[in-house]
């Protein structure tokens, strides 16, 4: 088992930024790669991020590419989200998720462990 904690969201104006942190317990956390998703209400839930295990290879969602920033510390077993220029269409609950890949993944349904998210919210 894994025990994912995020915290870090909060409210900000538009254009705004947000670092987001998600630290895990219990397995290895080298063992994981690493994802961040979001959920706005009355939406599925989305890919925002993905780090690869040793933190070399990251993936991003189009939406997101150029102004979000996903990072980990394998040593501090946290995964850090930078959240820069936010838009008020991004207002959501931001999860952290690990899954026993090496490399990132943008697909839901590889991903074994889940937090309890974070709210974001940006005002326009």
């Known amino acids: 088992q894994v025990q994912l904690?995020?915290?870090?969201?909060?409210l900000v104006q538009a254009g705004g930024s947000l670092?987001?942190?998600?630290?895990?317990?219990?397995?290895?956390?080298?063992?994981?790669?690493?994802?961040?998703?979001?959920?706005?209400?009355?939406?599925?839930?989305?890919?925002?991020a993905a780090i690869s295990r040793a933190g070399g290879i990251t993936d991003y969602a189009d939406s997101v590419?150029?102004?979000?920033?996903?990072a980990r510390d394998n040593a501090k077993n946290t995964v850090y989200l930078q959240m820069n220029r936010l838009k008020?269409?991004?207002?959501?609950?931001?999860?952290?998720?690990a899954c026993y890949?090496?490399?990132?993944?943008?697909?839901?349904a590889d991903y074994d462990y889940w937090g309890q998210g974070?709210?974001?919210?940006v005002s326009s």
């Open 5 to 10: 904690v995020e915290s870090g969201g909060g």
């Open 19 to 48: 670092r987001l942190s998600c630290t895990a317990a219990g397995r290895t956390f080298t063992a994981f790669a690493m994802g961040w998703f979001r959920q706005a209400p009355g939406k599925e839930r989305e890919f925002v």
């Open 65 to 70: 590419k150029g102004r979000f920033t996903i």
């Open 88 to 97: 008020p269409e991004e207002t959501a609950d931001y999860y952290c998720a």
């Open 101 to 108: 890949r090496y490399g990132p993944s943008g697909r839901y």
């Open 118 to 121: 974070t709210q974001v919210t």
